[in-house]
C-alpha cells in the first residue's frame, strides 16, 4: 500500500483480555518496528524486525507481550492478559532497513492503535 | 545503557522566538541521526536526517540540526518558530551496530505562542 495501516485504530478492552494489534507496512520494506508511545513515556521501542533475521525483541516489557510477522509482510502484536498500564498507543513503523548511511533507514510510521484497558 | 536523551520535555515559545531543542546519545560507533516531528493529530514524520558529510544539515519548514561528533549530540534548531511549529520533536539514532534498530528520545512538545 502507499502507506503503513494499523488496526484497529481503536481497541477499548476489559483487564485480563488479550487484544491483537495488526500492522501492513509498505511494500518492499524489510524492517518493521514497533513502538508503544504513552504520555510522559515517549516512544519506547518494543520489537525489530529486519528481513529473515531473527526478531529483536529486547524492548518487549514482559511476556505478556509477543510479536510475530508472516511471510515478511503483515505483523501482529499481541497483548495477553492486559493490564490497565498496556493502555498507550501502538506505533508500527516500516523503512528498506539494510546498512549503511541511506535513506534506507528512514521510517514511515503508521497512525497507531489506540488501546485502552479498562 | 545505550540511549538517547532530550533535555527539554517542554517547550513554550512565542512567534519569532528561537529554537534550540537538545538531543545527546550514548552510542560510541557510527550512527545516523533523525529528528521526527508529530503534528497535532497527525502521524510522525520525518524533519530531518543526518548520514554523513556536512554535519549541518537542513530539513523541512526551515529546521535545521548540527551534528557534533565529539559531544554526541544532534541538536534541532530553527531561528524563527511559528505557530504552526506547535508539535511534539522526537530525536533518534540509528546506530552501525546492533541491526540497525532506530531508539528514540523521550520527546519535546513545543508550544508556540501566536
Known amino acids: ?118 | 545503557a545505550q540511549s538517547v536523551s532530550q533535555h527539554n520535555h517542554h517547550v513554550i515559545l512565542s512567534e519569532a522566538a528561537s529554537l534550540e531543542l537538545g538531543c545527546n546519545y550514548s552510542y560510541g560507533g557510527t550512527v545516523n541521526l533523525f529528528w521526527y516531528v508529530q503534528y497535532p493529530g497527525q502521524h510522525l514524520q520525518l524533519l530531518l536526517k543526518y548520514f554523513s558529510g556536512d554535519p549541518l544539515v537542513k530539513g523541512i519548514k526551515g529546521f535545521e540540526a548540527e551534528f557534533i561528533k565529539s559531544k554526541f549530540s544532534f541538536n534541532l534548531r530553527k531561528p524563527s518558530v511559528q505557530w504552526s511549529d506547535t508539535a511534539e520533536y522526537f530525536c533518534a539514532v540509528n546506530p552501525y551496530t546492533g541491526g540497525f534498530k532506530t531508539i528514540f528520545g523521550a520527546g519535546t512538545r513545543l508550544f508556540v505562542k501566536a
Open chain 1, 1 to 118: 500500500g502507499a502507506g503503513v495501516s494499523q488496526s484497529p485504530s481503536n481497541k477499548v478492552t476489559e483487564k485480563g483480555k488479550d487484544v491483537e494489534l495488526r500492522c501492513d507496512p509498505i511494500s518492499g520494506h524489510t524492517a518493521l518496528y514497533w513502538y508503544r508511545q504513552s504520555l510522559g513515556q515517549g516512544l519506547e521501542f518494543l520489537i525489530y524486525f529486519q528481513g529473515n533475521s531473527a526478531p529483536d525483541k529486547s524492548g518487549l516489557p514482559s511476556d505478556r507481550f509477543s510479536a510475530e510477522r508472516t511471510g515478511g509482510s503483515v505483523s501482529t502484536l499481541t497483548i495477553q492478559r492486559t493490564q490497565q498500564e498496556d493502555s498507550a498507543v501502538y506505533l508500527c513503523a516500516s523503512s528498506f532497513g539494510g546498512g549503511g548511511g541511506s535513506g534506507a533507514n528512514v521510517l514511515t510510521f503508521g497512525a497507531g492503535s489506540r488501546l485502552t484497558v479498562l
